[in-house]
């Protein structure tokens, strides 16, 4: 009899399923999928699409938002004065796991708790930084998808002199409060000899820094800007592009969403595509791989992306080999 009443709520279920594509409310199938909790926290800007791309990453693996994963979201859209009462906020929700999106919010989240897992993407070096022991394994409750930023340095700097070789002095702005500016500034310097380029460097600290060097004029001083990662600046990439277009300085970044406000050329991660990537260690934690048991990924693929607008405005000619070589081409 009890088998009969179990071949009847099977058949009951895949009729169900077939027509509704889900198991009804109250079902044993229902009950059966959890519903996982994930809260974010992220500077938004230009990291927005690591974001929309772990959405979109989730979804395709079958985690869907309403249906068997929630997002709570702090988005700081670039103030990082109050990261502590917001990673406070996420962690009292009680999250199956948090996520972050660049340095700063790491590094809070990290100080936060060592309990609940924590996957990460957009950090710069996290070995170097401190965040992790090592690529091979964490060893304590963090996992992610680096940025790999700094070792792009100096093929950004290649890209740069290829379409204006005769780039001989580029002007760096470096956040003093950012570390990842910092070792950025770093690895630039180091590059620069190499392809004969001086690093002109100015520390900003400060907004009134910040406008009194964009007040200067930099043509005569510099050929071209080359712009070292920081949330500060970023908040001024509109003001910073204006003046390499009125300046005729060619600016070259390390993310497409920074190349369409203006810049020349991007060489460097997709960040959605980070997103995307970093969803799948999302959902082996989200199952019940420890984060420390999950080697840190790098991108899977860096990109070449042209701004030809930004050249027109420049009166710069770029080669139609260097075109042919971009994965991407903005008019």
């Not at 791309?53 to 994963?69: A, W």
């Not at 500016?181 to 690093?199: H, S, Y």
């Not at 460097?201 to 910040?210: G, I, R, W, Y």
């Not at 405005?313 to 770029?318: N, P, V």
Request: proline share 5%; glycine share 6%.
């Amino acid at each position: 009899m009890e088998r009969r009443k179990w071949v009847k709520l099977s058949i009951y279920l895949s009729a169900w399923l077939l027509v509704f594509g889900e198991a009804p409310i109250g079902s044993p199938a229902f009950a059966a999928t959890p519903m996982h909790k994930i809260a974010v926290l992220t500077p938004g800007l230009t990291f927005e699409p690591i974001l929309l791309g772990l959405r979109e990453g989730m979804e395709r693996l079958g985690y869907v938002d309403g249906k068997n994963v929630t997002y709570l979201v702090e988005d700081t859209k670039g103030d990082m004065t109050n990261l502590e009462s917001r990673a406070t906020r996420l962690i009292d929700a009680k999250p199956d796991l948090l996520f972050s999106a660049a340095t700063a919010p790491t590094s809070t989240l990290k100080h936060a708790t060592e309990s609940i897992p924590i996957v990460f993407a957009g950090l710069i070096d996290p070995v170097q930084s401190g965040f992790v022991a090592s690529l091979v394994s964490s060893g304590n409750n963090l996992t992610g998808v680096s940025a790999n930023l700094f070792y792009q340095t100096g093929k950004r700097l290649e890209v740069l002199k290829a379409p204006v070789p005769q780039v001989r002095k580029v002007l760096a702005m470096v956040s003093t409060k950012e570390i990842v500016a910092q070792i950025a500034l770093k690895r630039l310097e180091e590059a620069g000899p190499k392809l004969a380029v001086k690093v002109v460097h100015h520390d900003v600290a400060h907004a009134e820094d910040l406008d009194k060097l964009l007040a200067r004029r930099w043509a005569g001083e510099v050929d071209a800007v080359f712009y070292l990662p920081a949330i500060f600046i970023e908040k001024a990439l509109d003001r910073l592009t204006d003046k390499s277009h009125r300046e005729r300085l060619p600016l070259i970044v390390h993310d497409e969403s920074l190349l369409r406000s203006g810049a020349l050329a991007s060489y460097g991660t997709d960040v959605r595509l980070l997103g995307e990537q970093v969803a799948k260690l999302v959902i082996k934690v989200l199952k019940g791989v420890k984060p420390s048991e999950l080697p840190i990924e790098t991108p899977d693929r860096l990109a070449l992306k042209i701004n030809r607008n930004s050249a027109k405005a420049m009166g710069l000619k770029i080669p139609d080999n260097i075109l042919e070589r971009a994965d991407r081409i903005l008019d």
